[in-house]
């Protein structure tokens, strides 16, 4: 499978935390809880993971609870029209930095390392 999707993890700023590229027939919960393994050693003042509806899952907040400590809050939308509620505007932000790179608007690499790589080094680029 071609296709890819970037799973991020952000912090309120904005500022990359942890970032994966899968293919894109994993779900987004699995993905989720392959992101956040192991975090909780890097981030120890981490409480709170807000997320969009597309990771509600019993099974992912007792993964975050439990390896982590931390608690899922989930953000669902509450009507039709174009509006991005809370704070998930931050990570639409973050998405919105790295397409100001050209290499990063689309996935043009072989290696999903490669991807992976250059998520991670692109802020500092600008």
């Known amino acids: 499978m071609k296709e890819r999707k970037r799973q991020s993890l952000v912090d309120t700023r904005g500022f990359l935390v942890a ?12 993905a989720a809880r392959e992101l956040t393994v192991g975090l909780s050693l890097l981030w120890p003042k981490v ?3 807000i997320a969009n509806a597309g990771y509600e899952s019993e099974t992912l907040a007792q993964t975050i609870r439990g390896g982590n400590g931390w608690r899922l809050v989930i953000v669902k939308r509450k009507e039709q029209a174009f509006r991005i509620p809370g704070l998930n505007w931050i990570v639409e932000r973050s998405f919105a930095w790295l397409g100001q790179h050209r290499r990063m608007s689309k996935d043009y690499e072989y290696r999903v390392q490669t991807s992976e790589t250059l998520i991670t080094i692109a802020p500092a680029l600008k």
């Open 47 to 49: 409480h709170t993971v």
């Open 19 to 30: 970032c994966r590229v899968e293919p894109a027939g994993i779900s987004d919960r699995r």
